[in-house]
Structures are given as C-alpha cells and as structure tokens.
C-alpha cells in the first residue's frame, strides 16, 4: 500500500485555484443558458459560505444540505468542509419523517436546502429540535452572501481556519438496504486520500478534458470521483442537475467521460439501439455520437453489477464501460477500472489501498477507511477485524495481478439446511444474457430456490411470447441441468412490476414479494 501526504480539502482547492486560476472548472445550464465558473471562482465562493458559517458560530456544527446538484451546492459542501464543520449531504427526495429522523440522529443544527424542497424544510425547521437555522441556496439571492463574505469583505479572517485532517469531516448515511441507516463518519483523510490514487487507464482523466455529473452528490461515489478528483486533475466538470434532462446535456457539454450506474449505462445503450433501428443507415458507432456527443471515450460504473454483456456492446461502440468497487465505509474506492482487466472483474485494487480474503470475504485496509459509525459504537467494532482490516461483507477473490471479483454478499447468503452455502447473486448473473429476463432476485422459501422474475414485457410482446412462464420455466430447466444440486432453482415466481432499488440502482432484498 502506497503511503503519502493528504491535502486538506482547503490545500486541493487552493492548489487547483493557484494551478489553473480562471480556467473553468464548472459548467451548468441555468435559464437556458451556459454558465461556468472558474477553479478560482469556486475557491473564492466556498470560502465564502466557509466565512459565513464561522460568523454564524464559531463552534463547530454539523451542517446538512439537502439538494439538487448546482454550483452553490457544490460551494456550499465544500465551504462547510474548509470551515472545519461536519457535512452531512441528504437526498432531497426522501420524505420529510425521514429527513427529520435522521437530521436528529446526527445532531443537524444548520441547513442548506434546495428551492425545490423549500416547503419541506420550513416544516424540518418546526419540528426538528436539533435544528437551529436553515438557509435556501440558490442563484439570485444567494450571490449576496459570496459577495457579503468574499476576500474584500470586513469577514476575510473568519477563514484563517486550520481543519484536523484525522477529525469527523463529513458523515454519509448508508442506504439501508439490509436495516437501520448508519452514519458513516469521513475524515479529511478519507475524502481527499482517496482521490490519489495512481490511474490503471491511459487517457482517461486529463486536464480540460469534461466530465459530465450525473450522480447526486450526496453520495460519495459522485462526489470525491465528479468533484474533487476532477478538481485535483484540472478537468472540467458539466453538472447534470436533473436525470431528465441528460439526454440534452450530452449534447451540449460533449463529454469525455460519465461516472454511472449499470441501469444509466442500459437506459443510454437502448436509445442508441432505437437511432439504428429507426435509421437503418446510421452506422451503431455514429449512432452513439449522437447519444453521447463526439466526444465520448469512457463510462465508469459503479453501484451494482455490471453484466459483461454490456462492457462488450459499448467496446463495439467504441466506448469504454468499465467498473470500479468501493464502499463509503472505505472512504469510496477500492479498485478502479482497467482496459486490460477481465470483464467479469470490478478492476484492479488501487494502490493506496490494501485488499486480502479471509473465509470468501474480501477486507480492506487503507488510511481512507471510516471513523466509524456516529453514534453507534457497536455496529461500528463489527464492521472491523481485530487487526484492523474492514469488513466489505462481499464475497469475492483477489488475483497476483490485483484485479478483484465479486462473487456475491455475505449478508446475502442464503445457508440451507444441509448446510450449503448459496450466492443468490451467482445464481442471478446467470440470467443477464436472457432478454426475457428483466429483474430477477434469488432466494429460498422451505429450503427450495426460488427465483423472482420481472420479465421484459415489452420483449415478450415484440417477439410475440404468449407463454412467458412456459419460456422462463424452459430457461431454468437448461441451468438447472448444469448447477451445483443446492444451486437449482424448485420454483420460479413473476412479478408484474419492477423490484424495489435504491438510488444507485441496487435490489432491496428485504422487500421482495410477489406481486
């Protein structure tokens, strides 16, 4: 494991302001037009907000925001991580009992929020007793406060701070995918560290080169990879904003590159299938151009598993669809993307990081990994090993080369009564090549193998499949013939809506059901 300096968040913008000064960094559409701000700009503005949140307090607060991607969210994050506060990002599309439940679990007592969800703070800010102030960002009049507490103001000093680097910076909470929601706690360490990593790929982060955003913020993966890696490498980086409104963006940034998850990478592939199907004379790689714009090289995915099958039609496009792992107990990454690794890997570890496995579980161990866990110290001591090493809870095995693989969750193991040990993720990545299968999700019921079906309707229909059972039970039959005895599926089960997910597009297992 590679050892090494790790900046403050102020040190890495300061750098990249001193680096590239009036180059522009952001760019975002707003009223129908372009707007973009320089990697000077945006140092000045994030100190901004850090001045006007040490003039609000001195005393060190956790600061939530809670928004739509934009420039002043991004100012805003940033400003509450050079004040030395803790940021603490949310969607803004949870409900409002959940916002208040968790802005209290973490002792909240400032928030940023978004236009969009001006109603449901006013009422956060009646009923949340932790909280004391509560601040909408946005363009008009929000540009007062960059100005009110800039460099030239009489507040200047207030950002003369010095942050602790191992401290609580940020805290992050878990999906919640498998029970209660936990805070993870991230030090400077583990955000910024984990941007130094050394790149596998030739090419792919280069200086005024675009990225375009489309992930929300409030998740790590998006912010330390579309934020503050592009900030380190001096590329420029488009902000989606909304997921409705990608398909223009890609044609008015033309970016090089896209952090997504598999279900963006689907969703894009099938528009460029439809251009080729509608217009016979269109070639499938112009038929991409026109999706992504000219420019497009590289797609990194991230969230969930990636189907191979996907990775090789977009090499046909000329596009590279590669894959990192990571969690945000690690500080984010673990391995990152590589052409020359194997397509069914999760790329290569990177190397300021160490990975073993112990009993099929992959461990990690690196300076970026989580503080732990806010206020919960016994779920913390679990994640852990006791020397040191962090639980993933994925199964998986590691090649000489680092190249890494994920085999399935631990969580996820469905143990018979026989005692076999069952992958339902195993079982699943056998139906990714079925284009009758849409969703499938494995599990057990009386000790027999069940596996859940979302067909794909519309392919049924298309090819005029009458009988979808009849076909799916035909499909399960011929794996069946090849599959380990406590590997065969007993039963299957259609579903007439899509299984539940969460933001990053990964099943929720505990809710599944036949509907």
Same mark, same amino acid.
């Given at each position: ?28 559409? !707003? ?204 590329? !420029? ?70 189907? $191979? ?67 919960? $110290? ?45 992958? $339902? ?72 809506? $899509? ?9 929720? !297992? ?6």
């Amino acid at each position: 494991m590679q050892q090494f300096d790790i900046p403050t968040v102020r040190e890495l913008v300061d750098r990249a302001a001193e680096k590239y000064e009036d180059r522009t960094f952001l760019m975002f559409m !707003r009223d129908g037009e372009v707007q973009e701000r320089s990697f000077r700009k945006t140092q000045q503005d994030s100190l901004a907000v850090c001045r006007y949140l040490r003039y609000i307090s001195e005393r060190r607060m956790h600061v939530a925001i809670m928004s739509k991607t934009s420039y002043d969210y991004i100012a805003c994050l940033t400003g509450i991580l050079m004040s030395g506060n803790v940021a603490l990002p949310l969607s803004p599309d949870i409900s409002e009992a959940e916002a208040a439940m968790l802005l209290e679990r973490a002792d909240v007592e400032f928030l940023f929020y978004g236009e969009e969800i001006s109603e449901k703070a006013e009422s956060l800010c009646r009923h949340c007793t932790s909280l004391k102030k509560a601040v909408r960002i946005g363009a008009a009049h929000f540009a007062k406060l960059y100005d009110d507490f800039g460099e030239a103001s009489s507040h200047a000093a207030l950002s003369d701070v010095t942050v602790d680097p191992e401290a609580c910076a940020a805290m992050i909470y878990t999906s919640g995918t498998t029970g209660e929601r936990k805070a993870v706690m991230l030090s400077t360490k583990s955000l910024v560290g984990n941007v130094l990593y050394h790149d596998y790929c030739k090419d792919i982060f280069t200086e005024n080169d675009v990225a375009l955003s489309v992930l929300p913020m409030y998740h790590i993966y998006c912010f330390t990879g579309d934020y503050l890696k592009n900030l380190k490498d001096g590329m !420029r980086v488009a902000l989606n904003g909304d997921m409705h409104d990608l398909v223009r963006n890609l044609t008015v940034f033309q970016p090089k590159v896209i952090r997504v998850v598999p279900m963006i990478a689907s969703t894009l592939l099938r528009r460029v299938k439809a251009i080729c199907t509608r217009h016979p004379e269109v070639t499938p790689y112009d038929a991409a151009r026109q999706v992504f714009g000219k420019n497009i090289r590289w797609l990194i995915s991230g969230g969930a598993y990636l189907d $191979p099958a996907l990775i090789a039609a977009y090499d046909e496009l000329g596009i590279f669809l590669r894959q990192g792992y990571g969690m945000t107990e690690a500080g984010c990454r673990i391995s990152v993307p590589d052409e020359d690794a194997s397509f069914e890997s999760v790329g290569r570890v990177i190397d300021i990081c160490d990975a073993r496995v112990q009993g099929g579980e992959i461990q990690v161990k690196s300076d970026t990994l989580m503080l732990g866990y806010y206020k919960m $110290p016994k779920e913390t001591a679990v994640m852990f090993t006791d020397d040191g090493w962090l639980r993933t809870g994925d199964i998986g095995y590691l090649t000489d080369d680092r190249q890494l693989f994920i085999t399935g969750r631990v969580k996820n193991l469905i143990i018979l009564s026989n005692g076999e040990n069952v992958s $339902p993720e195993a079982i699943e990545k056998k139906f990714s090549d079925r284009q009758l299968v849409q969703e499938v999700m494995v599990y057990a019921e009386n000790d027999k193998i069940i596996a859940e079906i979302f067909p794909n309707y519309g392919f049924a229909e298309e090819n005029k499949i009458d009988d979808i059972y009849g076909i799916l039970e035909e499909i399960v039959d011929t794996m069946n013939m090849t599959a380990k005895a406590s590997h065969v599926i007993s039963r299957i089960k259609l579903r007439s809506s $899509p299984f539940e997910r969460t933001a990053t597009g990964k099943l929720i !297992r505990k809710k599944a059901s036949v509907l």
